[in-house]
């Protein structure tokens, strides 16, 4: 199994990244956020990531392996 396939099995679905709707309530719950105070590594901005992901416009790269690794590490 290619890679690529491997990913879009195990990704996110667009109906779950849908329903996050950039409110903001979670950023206080978010100990990445918390510390380090970036947008993207928020929840809110690691869906925004996700979403850009899965529509072609952003590669998975270093950033984006970075800020989704700080969130799972």
Same mark, same amino acid.
């Given at each position: 199994?290619?890679?690529?396939?491997? =990913? $879009? $099995?195990?990704? +996110? $679905?667009?109906?779950? &990244?849908?329903? %996050?709707?950039? %409110? *903001?309530?979670?950023?206080? #719950? %978010? +100990?990445? /956020?918390?510390? &380090?105070? &970036?947008?993207?590594? #928020?929840?809110?901005? $690691?869906? /925004?990531?996700? =979403?850009? =992901?899965?529509? *072609?416009?952003?590669?998975? *790269? +270093? #950033? /984006?392996?970075?800020?989704?690794? &700080? %969130?799972?590490?």
């Amino acid at each position: 199994m290619a890679v690529s396939e491997e =990913v $879009r $099995r195990d990704a +996110p $679905r667009q109906f779950d &990244l849908d329903k %996050c709707v950039h %409110c *903001g309530l979670c950023l206080n #719950s %978010c +100990p990445t /956020y918390r510390e &380090l105070h &970036l947008e993207m590594d #928020s929840p809110r901005g $690691r869906v /925004y990531q996700m =979403v850009q =992901v899965a529509a *072609g416009a952003m590669a998975i *790269g +270093p #950033s /984006y392996i970075e800020h989704i690794g &700080l %969130c799972l590490a």
